[in-house]
C-alpha cells in the first residue's frame, strides 16, 4: 500500500448577527486577497495566479466551522437523502504519478460534488442557524474554483449525473458530509494548490 493520509426587523438574535458579522470578517479578507492579487500593480497581466495558501486556509476554517456547528446541532440538521461525494484519501505514490490535468480534473470533479451536496444539505437542513454556515461553504467552493481559474487550470465540465464516478463513495448523515468537506480541502485542494506550475518560483 501507498502512504495515505484522510485528510420582525427589531427582534433579530443579537448573538446571531454577531455570529454572521464575523463570519463575514475573514471571509472579505480572503476575498481582497484575491483581489489584490489581480491587481497587483506592476504586474503584466491582471489575473494573476492566487497562490497565497491563507486563502485556501480561510476556506478550510470556515469548513471547520460548519462542522462544529453542525455535531452541535440536535434537531432540524439531517439529510433528506445520501450524497455522492469525493475519496479525501490520498495515496501519495499514486497522486505523484497522476498528470497534473488529471489532479486538477480529480479536485474539479470532487468540488462539484461537494457544491451538489451542500446544496442538497442546504435545503433538508431546518435549524436556522446552521443556514449561514452551510451557505457560506458553498460560496467558498465557489470561490475555491476562482483560485484554480486563475492558475489558468483548464476550466471543468461537470457530467450530468454523479452515478458512475470513479474515487467517489456515498454518505448519509450531515456530520459525515461535513467531515468529507474538510478532508477534501486540507488534503488534494491542498496539494493541487502546491504543485501549481503558475505558483512555482521560476514561473513569471
Known sequence: MGNRRTYGPNR??????YADTAMEIPRLLA???I???WTRPGLPSPLRP??????????IQGARDAEIAMKSCTEGCSLSESVTVPQTTVDFDVWEKTNALEQAQEVQCG???LQQALSLLRTSVTNT???SHIDNS????????????????????PPTSAAGLEGTWTVSSATDLLQVHVNFLRGKVRLL????QACQPDVS
Not at 467558498?140 to 471543468?156: D, H, M, P, T, W
Request: proline fraction near 2%; include cysteine; charged fraction near 20%.
Open 50 to 59: 492566487i497562490c497565497d495558501l491563507r486563502v485556501l486556509n480561510h476556506f
Open 31 to 33: 476575498l481582497l486577497l
Open 35 to 37: 483581489v489584490l492579487e
Open 111 to 113: 468540488l462539484w460534488l
Open 193 to 196: 494548490l502546491l504543485d501549481a
Open 12 to 17: 433579530e438574535d443579537p448573538v446571531r448577527g
Open 138 to 157: 458553498i460560496r467558498n467552493l465557489l470561490s475555491i474554483n476562482a483560485v484554480l481559474r486563475s492558475l489558468n487550470i483548464q476550466e471543468y465540465t
Open 129 to 131: 442557524a446552521l443556514h
